[in-house]
C-alpha cells in the first residue's frame, strides 16, 4: 500500500470514527498498519490507533503502539515525529500509572527543544507532567506543571489543551481539599466544552462532567453530583471507556453514601427527640418527631417487610432475600420460602448476606 491509498485509508477510518463506528475505524487502521510501505502514513496510522485506544481505555494497547511509533520515527530520523512518540510514551504510561515512566519521557521531551513542533506539544507535555506528580501526590511539582500546561494552552489559544488541564485542576484540588476550586474548573472545561467543543471528541463533555461530579458529592450537592455522573456514564457506555465507566461507579456509590449518612443521620436526630420528648411527657413534641422517624424509616426501607418493626434501631439478626429486601431472621424463619413479601418476587431459600 503506497502512500496515496494510505492516506485515503486512514481519513476513511477518521470518518468512522468521528461517526462512532469505532470498532469499523480499527479494522480499517489495522489493515493499514499491516500494508502500508510508507514510513510517515505508518506514524500517522500509529497515532491515531494511539489516540482511539487512549479513549476506550484500553491502555495496554495504547502503549504497545506508542512503542511501535517511537520506532517508526527512529526510522524516519525527524526530531518532530521522535518528541510526539515520546509524548505518546508519556500519555500511555501515565494512563498505567507508571508515573515515574511517565515523568522520564516527558523530561526526554523538555529535552528535544527547537524542533517545529515543540511549541505546540510543550503544553501537553507539561500536562502530562504534571498528572504524574499528581499521581505520586508531589503537589508542589503538579501544580508548577499545570500552570505551565495553562499558560501554553492561553498563549496559543489552544481550547482543547485548556479543557485537559482544567480537569486535572480540579482533580489537584479534589485531592487537597478545596473543593469550591475543584468544581471550579471543571465547570470551566463544561464552559469551553459548551462554546468551542461542537467538533471535539466526546471525552471532554465527559471528563468535565466527572470532575463536576466529584466536587459536588464533595460539597454535598448530591442531586447535581448525580445529574453530571449520569452525563458522564451515558458517554462513557456510548464510546466503550470501561475506565471511565469504572470511575462513574465508584462516584455512583459515593454519592449514594453520602446520602444514606444525611438519612442515617436525621433518623438518629428524629430518634433522639423523641426520647427526650417521652422523657419530658411532652406529648406534641413527641408525636412529631415518631412521625418524622417513621416517614425516615419508610423512605429508606428500612423496615421489616413482615413485622412492620424498624431495623436499624436495636440490635437483631436480618437477614436478606435475593432481590436483596432484608427482614428480621426470626420473622423469615416464620415465613419459610414463600418468596419476598415486599416485590412478590419469587425466592429461593435466603443465604447470609
Not at 506508542?66 to 524516519?76: G, P, W
Not at 438518629?268 to 412521625?291: A, N, S, W
Amino acid at each position: 500500500m503506497g502512500q496515496d491509498q494510505t492516506k485515503q485509508q486512514v481519513e476513511k477510518g477518521l470518518q468512522l470514527y468521528q461517526s462512532n463506528q469505532t470498532e469499523k475505524a480499527l479494522q480499517v487502521w489495522m489493515r493499514v498498519l499491516e500494508k502500508t510501505t510508507d514510513p510517515t502514513g505508518r506514524f500517522r496510522v500509529l497515532g491515531c490507533l494511539i489516540t482511539a485506544h487512549s479513549e476506550m481505555g484500553r491502555y495496554k494497547d495504547m502503549l504497545k503502539f506508542a512503542v511501535m511509533q517511537i520506532d517508526t520515527a527512529r526510522e524516519l530520523e525527524d526530531p518532530d515525529y521522535l518528541m510526539e512518540s515520546y509524548l505518546n510514551l508519556a500519555r500511555s504510561n501515565e494512563k498505567l500509572c507508571e508515573f515515574q515512566k511517565t515523568i522520564s519521557y516527558c523530561k526526554t521531551c523538555q529535552n528535544m527543544q527547537g524542533t517545529t513542533v515543540s511549541l505546540q506539544l510543550n503544553g501537553q507535555v507539561s500536562l502530562s507532567m504534571g498528572n504524574a506528580f499528581l499521581g505520586l501526590s508531589i503537589f508542589q511539582k503538579a501544580l508548577e506543571c499545570f500552570e505551565k500546561a495553562l499558560r501554553y494552552a492561553h498563549n496559543n489559544d489552544d481550547k482543547m489543551l485548556e479543557c485537559r488541564v482544567c480537569c486535572s485542576l480540579g482533580s489537584f484540588y479534589t485531592q487537597i481539599k478545596d473543593y469550591e476550586k475543584a468544581l471550579f474548573f471543571p465547570c470551566k472545561a463544561a464552559e469551553l466544552v459548551n462554546d468551542y467543543g461542537k467538533g471535539w471528541s466526546l471525552k471532554y463533555r465527559a471528563m468535565s462532567q466527572y470532575h463536576m461530579a466529584v466536587a459536588y458529592q464533595k460539597l454535598g450537592h448530591l442531586a447535581d453530583a448525580m445529574e453530571c455522573c449520569e452525563a458522564s456514564m451515558k458517554i462513557a457506555l456510548q464510546h466503550g471507556d470501561r475506565p471511565l465507566q469504572a470511575l462513574c461507579l465508584l462516584c455512583f456509590a459515593d454519592i449514594h453514601r453520602s446520602r444514606a449518612d444525611i438519612q442515617l443521620g436525621l433518623l438518629k436526630i428524629h430518634c433522639l427527640y423523641e426520647r427526650i420528648y417521652r422523657t419530658k411527657g411532652q406529648q406534641q413534641g413527641l408525636r412529631d418527631h415518631v412521625v418524622k422517624f417513621h416517614e425516615c424509616v419508610e423512605e429508606m426501607e428500612l423496615y421489616c417487610g413482615m413485622c412492620g418493626e424498624s431495623i436499624g434501631e436495636k440490635n437483631n439478626q436480618l437477614q436478606a432475600l435475593p432481590c436483596s429486601h432484608f427482614f428480621h431472621l426470626k420473622c423469615l424463619q416464620t415465613n419459610g420460602t414463600r418468596g419476598c413479601p415486599n416485590c412478590r418476587r419469587s425466592s429461593m431459600k435466603p443465604g447470609f448476606v
